[in-house]
Nanobody, 115 residues
């Protein structure tokens, strides 16, 4: 089993920044993906960014140039630096870890962008 815990959400004004963090523990292989998805009210969950040890990070078009995903392989953590936030970024953000073909999700953290 793999445990995933997110932190760092909150309320921020448009144009502001937030940093989300995620820690994974348990049986994790060396080669695995860590990703952030989000789900806004009334909408389906969508991918935001993902990263693995061997390839460049991938981003949704809607966040390119504003969000940066990074990971610490030694600590099994991943972060999402979110800059120039917009009201449409408001959502519950979920961290997912994919290892051995299975994706484990955290409980989610709320991000609200509002003036």
């Amino acid at each position: 089993q793999v445990q995933v815990v997110e932190s760092g959400g909150g309320l921020v004004q448009p144009g502001g920044s937030l940093r989300l963090s995620c820690a994974a523990s348990g049986r994790i292989e060396n080669f695995y993906w860590m990703a952030w998805h989000r789900q806004a009210p009334g909408k389906q969950r969508e991918p935001v960014a993902r990263i693995n040890r061997y390839a460049p990070a991938n981003y949704a078009d809607s966040v390119k140039g504003r969000f940066t995903i990074s990971r610490d392989n030694a600590k099994n953590t991943v972060s999402l630096q979110m800059n120039s936030l917009k009201p449409e970024d408001t959502a519950v953000y979920y961290c997912g870890v994919t290892t051995s073909g299975v994706t484990y999700w955290g409980q989610g953290t709320q991000v609200t962008v509002s003036s």
